[in-house]
T-cell receptor, first 114, second 112 residues
Framework: DAMVIQNPRYQVTQFGKPVTLSCSQT?????MYWYQQKSSQAPKLLFH???????NEADTPDNFQSRRPNTSFCFLDIRSPGLGDAAMYLC?????????????FGPGTRLTVL | KNEVEQSPQNLTAQEGEFITINCSYS?????LHWLQQHPGGGIVSLFM???GKKKHGRLIATINIQEKHSSLHITASHPRDSAVYIC??????????????FGKGTHLIIQP
């Protein structure tokens, strides 16, 4: 089945140790999103790619970066994780930019920072 | 004040009851999404609306653009419907791959 896959599902890292989260999709969608969801809070958009064009939200910390080497894969890099970065990280895709396009979500990666 | 407000925040009901979850928003939108999130799980898209009403099985979603309000209804609720239901909007009226702005969610528990 076509889907959005996130690996790993659970990630534990140490304070300050770089970590990379992975998202892949078999939907051949042009747009990929990364959201951060802290405990008991709503998901918050970090950034998105439309094809190779990167769009960063104004309040996304510099500590967070992303790479999209090809249509199928998108990575979230956290350069120096702090305790406050512990959260669920959700990847989503949509076919293109039109407002009527549905977003498809992956299962998320839960990041723990020790 | 959040741009997307949901009510109630928590709802516990008995199996078989008719459930209504409300969402109000304060920005111009191009689409509104209703999403379902199970504990520890990812998010599943239930509906995407820009006008009117949609129905899928026991789920019904409505939107009133003039009033900036949407409702999600569940008929004949079942314990497997227990989840967090999230309202999310896509801002604006044109193109641009903007992400969603989410409400805080409604935590629904259906008791047998």
């Amino acid at each position: 089945d076509a889907m959005v896959i996130q690996n790993p599902r659970y990630q534990v890292t140490q304070f300050g140790k770089p970590v990379t989260l992975s998202c892949s999709q078999t939907l051949n969608h042009n747009v990929m999103y990364w959201y951060q969801q802290k405990s008991s809070q709503a998901p918050k958009l970090l950034f998105h790619y439309y094809d190779k064009d990167f769009n960063n939200e104004a309040d996304t910390p510099d500590n967070f970066q992303s790479r999209r080497p090809n249509t199928s894969f998108c990575f979230l890099d956290i350069r120096s994780p702090g305790l406050g970065d512990a959260a669920m990280y959700l990847c989503a895709t949509s076919r293109d930019q039109a407002p009527g396009n549905e977003q498809f979500f992956g299962p998320g990666t839960r990041l723990t920072v020790l | 004040k959040n741009e997307v407000e949901q009510s109630p925040q928590n709802l516990t009901a008995q199996e078989g009851e008719f459930i209504t979850i409300n969402c109000s928003y304060s920005v111009g939108i191009s689409a509104l999404h209703w999403l379902q999130q199970h504990p520890g799980g990812g998010i599943v898209s239930l509906f995407m609306l820009s006008s009117g009403k949609k129905k899928h099985g026991r789920l019904i979603a409505t939107i009133n653009i003039q009033e900036k309000h949407s409702s999600l209804h569940i008929t004949a609720s079942h314990p497997r419907d227990s989840a967090v239901y999230i309202c999310a909007v896509r801002r604006g009226s044109g193109g641009g791959a903007d992400g969603l702005t989410f409400g805080k969610g409604t935590h629904l528990i259906i008791q047998p």
